[in-house]
């Protein structure tokens, strides 16, 4: 009888263990950008920071920025990768833009 009770003992820390190892404790975080549709299936994006110049965007303010009615308002020019220039200015739906989080192919949240 003592066996099983030390079997079951064992086993309960072993779950509670790992429950609490893989719960989710780190903040959410992506980069962000402008994207601009070709028309041909590829995009123009325009990498962007977040509110202290970084390249993360967590919490509540990942949230907001994952808005689709959210406009980004940058204060100098930005460089894609492809070398097309963004001038100063906001960008979102209103004027043809998205803003984008993360690598997505389809570009769901």
């Not at 009888?1 to 989710?24: A, E, Q, R």
């Not at 990768?81 to 043809?96: C, R």
């Amino acid at each position: 009888m003592k066996k099983i009770n030390y079997l079951l003992v064992f086993t309960l820390m072993t779950t509670v263990f790992l429950w609490s190892s893989c719960s989710d404790t780190e903040e959410l975080c992506h980069e962000c950008h402008i994207a601009l549709d070709n028309g041909d299936g590829t995009e123009t994006a325009w990498d962007i920071t977040n509110s202290s110049g970084g390249e993360d965007f967590c919490g509540s303010e990942l949230s907001t920025v994952e808005d689709p009615a959210y406009e980004h308002t940058i204060t100098e020019a930005l460089v894609s990768d492809s070398g097309d220039t963004l001038q100063p200015g906001t960008y979102g739906v209103s004027n043809g833009y998205e803003i984008h989080c993360e690598d997505h192919g389809d570009h769901d949240h």
